[in-house]
C-alpha cells in the first residue's frame, strides 16, 4: 500500500490528480457537516449581484446568496451523485460481466445482448428517457447516470475477465478443484481490482459531468437546492452583468473532472499499464 | 581477405541518467564476406542487442550506441563505421546492405498489408523500382524461397499463412537487395522442429546461392553445429569466447562454453537416455495411470448459422500405461493433440471417449492422485497472491483448513525444490522464471499426488535453467516415486529425463516404446522425420533436408469413425501403428 | 465477411429490443397511459371520455397487443401524434434533425481533423516539450464540459465584442451555405472540443503501441525512413481503435446536442426532445429517442465497415 502511494505521488499527473481530488472531498465533506461560510440559502437582499470581495469571496447571486457557500453545497451534491452512480454501476456491472464472462453460453447471451440494446442510445439520451419517466431530480440522476454506466462496466469487467478465464492459474486451480467462488473471488476479482480501480475513477469524472450537465439542463438538483450545473444555468442571463457567476461554478466543474481524470490516467499508468482504453 | 564487418569494442547502453545501465560491454569481432557467425548465449546475454546494434536498429528501441567502431564494407568496397553513419546513409544501408530477420514472424510483418506488397517496398525503397517491375521481383524472391504458388500467396495478409510461411516472406524480404549481410535473430525459436528444419536448410541453400555473410543469433547450440563457420558466445554482455566452430565444439576454454555444451539437454539419438528403472518390472507393479482409448473431439460450425461441419479429432484414441516412478513422455508438434490429451486426463477439457483409471499406490492415501504443471511460469501463478496462499490452495480445494502441519508441508516442500525459506510471504513477481516453475511443482506436490502432468514444464526456461529443473524433477521422482507425463516437443529434453516415449501425430499415438529404442531406432515415419529435424550438436554443417509436408487437418466429417488401429511389435517395448492408407490419403 | 454479415443479422434484433425498452419505458409513466399521451390536456376528460379513448387506442388490451400495434406503426413510419406541435412526431423530427445531424457531424470532422494528426505528431515526438504540451490541451480538453465552453464563448463574444453568434431559426446550407457554417461553426467547435481531446490521446496512445510493435522494426529493417514508417506502416494500424472510438462518440456528440443546442438556442433535435421532456409530450419523446437510437445504430455499422476495410484479419477471418 505504501509502495502504491509512492508510486503515485511519484507520478506527476498522480500528484496533482491526488491533490485536487483530495481537496474536493474535503470541501464536499465540510459542505454536508454545514461548514460553509455563510448559510446557503441566506438571502442577503442589499448584497444582491456583488462582486468577488472580502465578505462574499466569490460574490453573491441574484439572490443575495454567497456563492462561494453554495459553491460547496453544488460540490457536496455532485459529488454525492457522482460517487454513489458511478457505485452502482460498478457493483452492477461488474456482477453482470463476471458472472456472463464465467457462465458463458445462455446467461452470457442474455446480458451481452441486452447490454447492446443499451448501448444503443447515446448516453445522455438514455438518462434523459429515464428521467422522462421517473421525474427529475437529485435521487433520479443518480439512478439514471447508474442505469447509463452499468453497460460500460459490465463490458469492461466481461472483457479481463474472459482473458483471466483463459490464463493458465485458472486452469491450474480447476486442477486442484477449487470451487467456483473461491476462482471467481480470489482468481478473477483480485486480479480485476487494478481495472476496475481505474475505471471507477474515470467513471466518476464523466459522471461528475452528467450529472453538471443534466442539472444545467434543470432535470438534475431541484432549485432551491444547490448544485454546480443549476448554478451556471442561473447565470445564462446575467452573464454580462455578473460574469463571477458564470465563471466560478465552470472552473470548479472543470477542475473536478480534471482532478479525477488526472488521477485516473495515473492510476492507469501504475495499476494497468497494457489497458489504455479509456472510456473517453 | 577483406573484412566484411569489423567491431571493435562495441558498448550499447539503455535509457539515460539514473537509469542508465550497460548491456554490452565492449564486444570485438570480425566476419569475413560469405562466413557465418553464431552468437550463442541465453536471454540476457546481449546477443539480441548487438544484432540490433550492428544495423543501429537498437536507435529505435531506446538504446544507444556508447562507444566503438563497426566497420562495414559496401558492396563498392567503401569502408563505413556503422556506428558513427547518419541515420540517412544508415537508411540506405538497412535492406540494400544489410537484411535482418526476427524471431516472431507472425508479428513480424505488417497486419493490414499484403505480403507482396511487403517485400515490394524493399525494391521500391532500396532500387527505386516502378509498381510493376517490383512487383515482378517480389514474385522472384517470393519463389526464390521455395513458396510454391508465389503468385496467388504475394495478395495474401500475413494472418492467411502459417509461421513457417512468414518465416520464408520474411526471408524474401531480407534478401530481396542482395544484401552482403544478413543478420538472423533467433529465426526459428517461434517454430515447430520440423519446420525450423526446413527454414535452416532453406538459410544454408540461399547462403550458398548468394555468398551472403550471415550473424546467426541462437541460444541452441545443435543450430550452431548445423550452419557456423565460426562461433561466439556471450554471456551478460561480454564475449566469453569466440573461434572456429570445431574449436568452440571440440575444444571449449571457457566454463560456460562448457556448461551450454554440456549440461544443458542435446540430442544424441538415445544415447544418453535414463536408465534408473529397470524395464523389466512391468508386469509385477500396478500402473499408476492407464489411460484406455482416450478421444478428445471439438465441434466444428461452418458459416453464418454456425452448421456442425464435422469435429476436430484432436485426441483420437490415445492409450498407454504409466508405471510408478515412470516417466512418459509424449511428444509431439503443435496441433498433435499432446497438450490436448493432457489437459483432458485433468478435466479441463471433456473426453469425448474414452477412461482412465489412476492408482494411488499402496503406502500413503492420496488425496488428489494427479497434479499439473503449466508451460509458463508467467501465466501459472496468479500474480496477486503470495506464496503462502498460492501453496494453500490445492489443500483448500481439497476441502482441508490450512493448519499448522500444512505449514510446515509448505516449508519442507520449498526446501526440496530449492526455494529460500523465506518465500511464503513473498509474491510470484518477486521470483525468477525458474524460480517460479518450482514454485509449481512444489504446489502440485503440497496434496502428494502420484501422477504428475508435465506440460512442456520446462520449455518456458532459459537452456541452463532448463537443465537444474530438469535436475530437480528427476530427484524428486526418486524419492517420491512419482509417475511423470512429460508433455514436450523438445527431443533433446524427452531424452533426458524419459523411460518411455509416446509420439503423438495428428491427435494419435504412432509409435510407443521405451527411450532409447524410440530415439535410436525409429519405425514410424513420422518419428523418423521428427528425429531427422532434431538439431545435434554432432551433425556438424549438416544441410538439413528440405522437405515441405503439411500437417494433415484433423477436421472430419460428421460420423467420421477412424479404423481400427492396428500396432505393429517391433521389439520389447516398442511398438509402432500399422499405417492406414485409407486416412492418411483422405488427410491430404 | 461473416462478421459482417453477423453484424447485419443482429442489427434488427437490437433494435427490435431498443424498442421494446422504449416502449415499456413510455408505459412505465405514473399515472395512466391517456395522461401518458395527452400530457395535461388530460386533466381536461371526463371518466367516460377517457374509457372512450382508451378503448379507441387499444389501450384495454394487453401490453403485447400494444406493443404489436405500435410497433407495426412504426415499421409504417406513424410514430404517433406530438401533442405540442398538433403534427405527426416523424414530421417534426424530420423538421429538427438536420441541424443536429450537420452539427454533429461538423464536430466529428473538427474532432478528427485536429485531434489525429496532433496525436500522431505528440507520438512522434514522444516526452519532449511539444508532446507534453499536447497533452496537457488533451486532458483540460477532455475535462471540460461542452456547456461550459459554450457559455464562455459567448459570455467572451458578448462581453469583449459585443456580438451575440447567431441564433433562432436555422439556416440551411442549401440555402446560404456560409450563414449556414457561421451559424454551426461555434456550436461545432464547442461540441467537438471534448471528442478533439478523446481522438488526440487516443490516436497518440495507439501509435505508441504500434511504433513498438515488431513489424515496425521489420520495414526499418528494410530501409524505411522514419516518416514512411509512421505514414505508410503505422497509422493504417493506430486508426482502427481511432475508428471505434468515433463511433462511440458520434453517441455523445447527439446526446451533447441536447446542451450545445439549448446554449445557443439552436432549434435541432436535442433541444425538442427536452421541450417534449419538460411538456411532458410522450409519443415525441417516444419517437425521437427510438429515431437517435436508430441513427447511432447505423453510424455504429457504418464504422464497422471502416473495422472491416480497415483490418484484413476481419474481413478475410483466419486462415484459408
Not at chain 2, 550458398?208 to 541462437?218: W, Y
Not at chain 2, 529434453?493 to 535410436?520: N, P, T
Not at chain 3, 489525429?116 to 497533452?135: H, K
Amino acid at each position: 500500500m505504501s509502495r502504491f502511494l509512492t508510486r503515485l505521488l511519484g507520478h506527476s499527473s498522480g500528484r496533482i490528480g491526488g491533490v485536487i481530488v483530495l481537496a474536493y472531498i474535503l470541501i464536499a465533506l465540510a459542505a454536508q457537516a454545514g461548514l460553509t461560510p455563510y448559510d446557503p440559502l441566506q438571502q442577503f437582499r442589499i448584497d444582491r449581484l456583488q462582486g468577488p470581495s472580502m465578505a462574499h469571496w466569490m460574490g453573491t447571486d441574484m439572490f443575495g446568496r454567497d456563492v462561494l457557500s453554495r459553491l460547496m453545497i453544488g460540490i457536496g451534491q455532485s459529488f454525492l451523485v457522482a460517487f454513489s452512480s458511478v457505485g452502482i454501476a460498478a457493483l452492477i456491472g461488474t456482477l453482470l460481466g463476471l458472472t456472463a464472462a464465467w457462465f458463458g453460453h445462455l446467461w452470457d447471451g442474455l446480458v451481452m445482448r441486452l447490454m447492446d440494446v443499451l448501448l444503443a442510445f447515446p448516453a445522455i439520451l438514455l438518462a434523459l428517457l429515464f428521467i422522462a419517466v421517473v421525474g427529475p431530480g437529485t435521487f433520479t440522476s443518480i439512478l439514471a447516470i447508474a442505469f447509463v454506466y452499468a453497460p460500460i462496466f459490465t463490458r469492461v469487467v466481461r472483457g479481463p475477465a474472459l482473458s483471466l478465464k483463459a490464463r493458465d492459474f485458472v486452469d491450474a486451480a480447476r486442477t486442484f478443484g477449487s470451487s467456483t467462488s473461491y476462482i471467481l473471488t480470489r482468481h478473477l476479482m483480485l486480479n480485476l481490482v487494478a481495472p476496475l480501480t481505474v475505471q471507477v475513477t474515470l467513471a466518476l469524472a464523466w459522471s461528475l459531468l452528467t450529472e453538471s450537465g443534466l442539472s444545467f439542463l434543470g432535470l438534475g438538483t431541484q432549485p432551491p437546492g444547490s448544485s454546480l450545473g443549476l448554478m451556471l444555468s442561473d447565470s445564462v442571463n446575467l452573464m454580462e452583468m455578473a460574469p463571477w457567476l458564470l465563471v466560478f461554478p465552470g472552473l470548479a466543474i472543470m477542475l473536478g473532472i480534471l482532478g479525477f481524470n488526472l488521477l485516473g490516467d495515473a492510476l492507469r499508468d501504475i495499476l494497468d499499464p497494457r489497458s489504455r482504453r479509456a472510456v473517453a | 581477405m577483406s573484412r566484411l564487418l569489423s567491431v571493435r569494442g562495441l558498448t550499447v547502453g539503455f535509457g539515460r541518467g539514473d537509469t542508465a545501465k550497460t548491456v554490452v560491454h565492449g564486444i570485438d569481432f570480425d566476419l569475413s564476406p560469405g562466413e557465418t557467425l553464431a552468437i550463442v548465449g541465453e536471454s540476457g546475454s546481449g546477443k539480441s542487442v548487438t544484432a540490433l546494434s550492428i544495423n543501429r536498429l537498437i536507435d529505435d528501441g531506446g538504446g544507444r550506441i556508447l562507444g566503438g567502431r563497426m566497420e562495414f564494407t559496401t558492396a563498392r568496397g567503401e569502408v563505413v563505421d556503422l556506428v558513427s553513419a547518419t541515420d540517412r546513409r544508415m537508411e540506405k544501408i538497412r535492406g540494400s546492405e544489410i537484411g535482418m530477420i526476427f524471431q516472431e514472424p507472425m508479428t513480424s510483418l505488417n497486419p493490414v498489408m499484403t505480403i507482396g506488397r511487403q517485400i515490394e517496398e524493399t525494391f521500391r525503397l532500396q532500387q527505386g523500382l516502378g509498381h510493376a517491375a517490383a512487383r515482378l521481383e517480389a514474385l522472384n524472391a517470393l519463389e526464390r524461397v521455395r513458396i510454391a504458388d508465389a503468385e496467388r500467396r504475394l495478395g495474401y495478409y500475413p494472418h492467411q499463412l502459417s509461421g513457417g510461411m512468414l518465416q520464408r516472406v520474411m526471408i524474401a524480404m531480407a534478401l530481396a537487395a542482395n544484401p552482403r549481410l544478413l543478420i538472423a535473430d533467433e529465426p526459428t525459436t517461434a517454430l515447430d522442429v520440423s519446420v525450423q528444419a526446413q527454414i535452416m536448410a532453406l538459410l544454408a541453400e540461399l547462403r550458398r546461392e548468394t555468398g551472403t555473410g550471415m550473424i546467426f543469433i541462437t541460444h541452441d547450440m545443435g543450430l550452431v553445429a548445423g550452419i557456423a563457420d565460426r562461433v561466439m558466445v556471450m554471456n551478460g554482455g561480454r564475449v566469453v569466447e569466440q573461434g572456429t566452430l570445431d574449436d568452440i565444439f571440440d575444444r571449449p576454454q571457457h566454463p560456460y562454453t562448457r556448461h551450454l555444451l554440456q549440461a544443458v539437454p542435446h540430442f544424441s539419438h538415445g544415447r544418453h537416455v535414463r536408465r534408473d528403472v529397470s524395464p523389466g518390472g512391468r508386469a509385477l507393479v500396478r500402473p499408476a495411470l492407464k489411460v484406455e482409448g482416450l478421444t478428445v473431439r471439438f465441434p466444428a460450425t461452418t458459416g453464418l448459422l454456425r452448421r456442425p461441419a464435422g469435429a476436430i479429432h484432436a485426441v483420437e484414441g490415445v492409450g498407454f500405461e504409466l508405471m510408478p516412478g515412470e516417466t512418459l513422455a509424449i511428444v509431439g508438434e503443435s496441433g498433435s493433440g499432446k497438450s490436448t490429451t493432457a489437459r483432458a486426463l485433468l478435466g479441463l477439457v471433456k473426453a469425448s471417449r474414452g477412461s482412465f483409471s489412476l492408482h494411488a499406490g499402496d503406502e500413503i492415501p492420496r488425496r488428489k492422485p494427479i497434479q499439473m504443471v503449466f508451460q509458463n511460469p508467467y501465466a501459472s501463478l496468479n500474480p496477486r497472491l503470495d506464496v503462502e496462499s498460492l501453496l494453500a490452495e490445492p489443500v483448500l480445494a481439497g476441502g482441508v483448513r490450512p493448519d499448522g502441519d500444512t505449514r510446515k508441508r509448505m516449508m519442507s516442500l520449498l526446501e526440496r525444490v530449492g526455494l529460500p525459506s523465506d518465500s511464503l510471504r513473498r509474491y510470484p513477481h518477486e521470483f525468477s522464471g525458474g524460480q517460479r516453475q518450482r514454485l509449481c511443482i512444489a504446489r502440485a506436490l503440497m496434496v502428494d499426488p502420484s501422477v504428475l502432468v508435465l506440460d512442456e514444464a520446462v520449455s518456458a526456461l532459459d537452456v541452463s535453467v532448463q537443465a537444474r529443473v530438469l535436475d530437480l524433477l528427476i530427484d524428486l521422482q526418486n524419492d517420491l516415486k512419482l509417475a511423470y507425463l512429460f508433455v514436450s516437443h523438445d527431443m533433446a529434453v524427452v531424452e533426458r529425463i524419459a523411460h518411455r516415449i509416446a509420439v503423438l501425430y495428428a491427435g494419435q499415438i504412432v509409435e510407443i516404446g521405451r527411450a532409447d529404442a524410440v530415439l535410436s531406432n525409429p519405425r514410424h515415419d513420422y518419428t523418423r522425420r521428427l528425429i531427422a529435424a532434431v538439431p545435434t550438436t554432432d551433425r556438424r554443417r549438416d544441410v538439413f533436408r528440405l522437405q515441405t509436408e503439411a500437417v494433415p487437418s484433423l477436421l472430419r466429417p460428421r460420423g467420421y469413425e477412424p479404423p481400427e488401429a492396428v500396432w505393429a511389435v517391433c521389439g520389447e517395448d516398442h511398438q509402432v501403428l500399422v499405417e492406414q492408407r485409407a486416412m492418411m490419403g483422405e488427410a491430404r | 465477411m461473416t462478421y459482417l454479415l453477423r453484424r447485419l443479422i443482429t442489427f434488427p434484433l437490437v433494435m427490435l429490443g431498443v424498442s421494446v425498452l422504449v416502449f415499456v419505458a413510455i408505459r412505465l409513466v405514473p399515472g395512466d397511459s391517456i395522461t401518458a399521451m395527452l400530457g395535461t390536456e388530460a386533466g381536461l376528460l371526463t371518466p367516460q371520455q377517457k374509457q372512450a379513448l382508451a378503448a379507441y387506442f387499444g389501450l384495454d388490451q394487453s401490453w403485447l397487443v400494444q406493443y404489436g400495434r405500435w410497433l407495426l406503426g412504426v415499421l409504417s413510419a406513424d410514430l404517433g401524434l406530438s401533442v405540442t406541435y398538433g403534427k405527426p412526431v416523424l414530421d417534426v423530427i424530420l423538421q429538427r434533425f438536420p441541424l443536429t445531424l450537420e452539427l454533429a457531424c461538423l464536430s466529428m470532422v473538427v474532432a478528427i481533423g485536429i485531434g489525429l494528426p496532433l496525436g500522431v505528431f505528440a507520438a512522434t515526438r514522444r516526452e519532449r516539450g511539444s508532446d507534453l504540451a499536447v497533452r496537457i490541451f488533451a486532458m483540460i480538453g477532455q475535462s471540460t464540459p461542452s456547456f461550459v465552453i459554450g457559455l464562455m464563448i459567448i459570455y467572451v463574444l458578448s462581453a469583449g465584442f459585443g456580438i451575440l453568434p447567431a441564433m433562432g431559426q436555422f439556416i440551411p446550407f442549401s440555402e446560404d451555405p456560409l450563414g449556414n457554417i457561421g451559424q454551426l461553426i461555434l456550436p461545432a467547435l464547442t461540441l467537438g472540443l471534448s471528442f478533439t481531446a478523446s481522438v488526440t490521446r487516443i490516436s497518440r496512445s495507439a501509435m505508441l503501441d504500434v511504433l513498438s510493435d515488431d513489424y515496425v522494426r521489420t520495414a526499418r529493417s528494410k530501409g524505411a525512413t522514419r516518416r514512411r514508417v509512421i505514414w505508410r506502416h503505422a497509422l493504417p494500424n493506430a486508426l482502427i481503435p481511432v475508428v471505434t472510438l468515433s463511433g462511440v462518440e458520434f453517441g455523445y456528440l447527439l446526446g451533447g446536442a441536447v446542451l450545445v443546442e439549448q446554449i445557443f438556442a439552436l432549434p435541432g433535435l436535442g433541444r425538442m426532445v427536452l421541450d417534449a421532456i419538460l411538456q411532458r409530450d410522450y409519443a415525441l419523446v417516444q419517437g425521437s429517442v427510438l429515431f437517435v437510437a436508430l441513427n447511432f445504430m447505423i453510424v455504429n455499422l457504418l464504422v464497422d465497415l471502416a473495422y472491416v476495410m480497415l483490418d484484413p484479419r476481419i474481413r478475410l477471418g483466419g486462415r484459408s
